[in-house]
């Protein structure tokens, strides 16, 4: 159940940043759509992406802790420290860098022609810090579903005789 739920997540992640996100902000595909109304419909969406995560990782280290109160091999409990570890960035995304970046853009809506574009440019600064978090997330992600993945998987279900 746990790896059901880190895949479910996993192509939840990767859609948004591989589809939604690029889609959102390319002005051949949204040419009516200004920046700032592109980046309120993502983060709407990331919104409830935050929520997914919250749901899906919670799921998988529910399933992961009953595992390890049993015979959990060493995939398990490394994936159960790589879930923690997401649902710890994705809170960080969402509760600190989320709010910070709103509070900028904020600030921008009533500044000055060269004080919205110091704004600006610590708008992209955390920007780009929210997309490295986000980022390591689905790494982590990724890499907790690969451990709990079971043995042999990827070689059709047979496993390998070295040759001689």
């Avoid at 809170?91 to 853009?105: E, Y």
């Avoid at 780009?128 to 982590?140: D, E, K, L, Q, T």
Wanted: contains cysteine; hydrophobic residues 55%; glycine residues 10%.
């Amino acid at each position: 159940m746990a790896l059901l739920a880190l895949g479910f997540w996993l192509g939840c992640a990767l859609f948004f940043a591989a589809v939604v996100a690029p889609t959102l902000f390319n002005p051949d595909v949204v040419s009516g759509l200004s920046r700032s109304m592109a980046g309120a419909i993502s983060g709407a969406i990331l919104r409830w992406f935050f929520y997914i995560t919250y749901i899906c990782i919670g799921v998988s280290i529910f399933f992961l802790l009953i595992a390890s109160f049993g015979n959990a091999s060493k995939g398990a409990r490394r994936a159960l420290v790589l879930c923690v570890l997401v649902l710890s960035l994705n809170a960080v995304n969402d509760l600190w860098l989320r709010d910070r970046l709103n509070k900028i853009k904020l600030q921008k809506t009533n500044a000055s022609e060269a004080k919205a574009e110091v704004l600006q440019k610590d708008f992209d600064y955390w920007h780009n810090i929210s997309v490295g978090v986000y980022g390591g997330a689905v790494f982590f992600g990724a890499l907790s579903a690969i451990f709990l993945l079971p043995a042999g998987a990827g070689s059709g279900g047979k496993s390998r005789k070295p040759s001689k």
